[in-house]
């Protein structure tokens, strides 16, 4: 089957990869325009496209899916199906009319959960202990459409969201060849999404996860691993932003008594701080302008003295 492969980010690439190793036939790939990353913001290619060009795929960039000179090349391209994995943009009807047998997006959760760009952070943040990932036909509202495939993946207790988006994203690329194979063969039909169980995963701004150590500990931590790697929970030490990227429930006994609200402990191998109910180990953070770190090597830098608190 001829595939137009649409996606963006490093969680799309094991879905080309897995198309590029299968028996259809991609005859090119969609992604979002070069942009600026990184702390230098340098001009750099989508993971996609890095992985398209050096497989010798044609690539397609348009800045809107309704740019004439992109429609008309994608109907060039006469493609069967547009396998669609994070592209990053909504497709207009008339694009989604171009291939004979639709757009088949590849989203990270049990339809009709989680409906929007970050499922993987919502789930987490809602303390989900099963997600997953889902093949529908792609239409024209917010991951609205029908269902073809679905796969489950246990939610694990120190899952941060890219340690489980790239779970994700391996299982699914499996799904998504399956379900073109299907397609294929006419051997599947798309089933409508139930009315209930739907909840919306918007995307998460960085002033949406500043944390407040007044929330329960389970709460915290699920946030903190919620929004890990990106944009990362924040909170503020000595007036200056610190992002937390990953931590634990402590265990509190004698030798770590409880902490209010906020409040630090510092050992020579661990950070504790204080919440409602409990108190989390920091395992990593990241000072402001500066890289990620073991929590405890910059408590060693900063030196934390007694009666210091987080976001005071």
Known sequence: MRVVFAGTPEAAVPSLSALLDSAHDVVGVITRPDARSGRGRKTSASPVRRVAEDAGVEVLTPTKPSDPEFVARLRELAPDACPVVAYGALIPRDVLDVPRLGWINLHFSLLPAWRGA?????????????????????????DTGPVFGTMTEAVRATDTAGDLLGRLAEGGASLLVKTLDALEAGEVTPVAQSADGVSLAPKILVEDVQIDWKSPAFAV??????????????????????????????????????????????????????????????????????????????ARGVRIDEGERLGG
């Open 118 to 142: 970050a499922p993987v952070q919502h789930a987490l943040m809602a303390g989900d202990d099963v997600t997953g990932a889902s093949t529908f036909l792609l239409e024209e509202g917010l």
């Open 221 to 298: 931590d699920r946030r903190i691993r919620g929004a890990s790697p990106a944009p990362g929970a924040w909170t503020t030490f000595r007036s200056e932003r610190l992002k937390v990227l990953r931590s634990t429930l402590a265990v509190t006994d004698e030798a770590n008594p409880p902490l209010a609200a906020g409040a630090l402990r510092a050992t020579k191998k661990q950070v504790f701080v204080g919440a409602v109910g409990g108190t989390l180990e920091l395992l990593e953070v990241q000072p402001q302008g500066k890289k990620s770190m073991v929590a405890a090597d910059w």
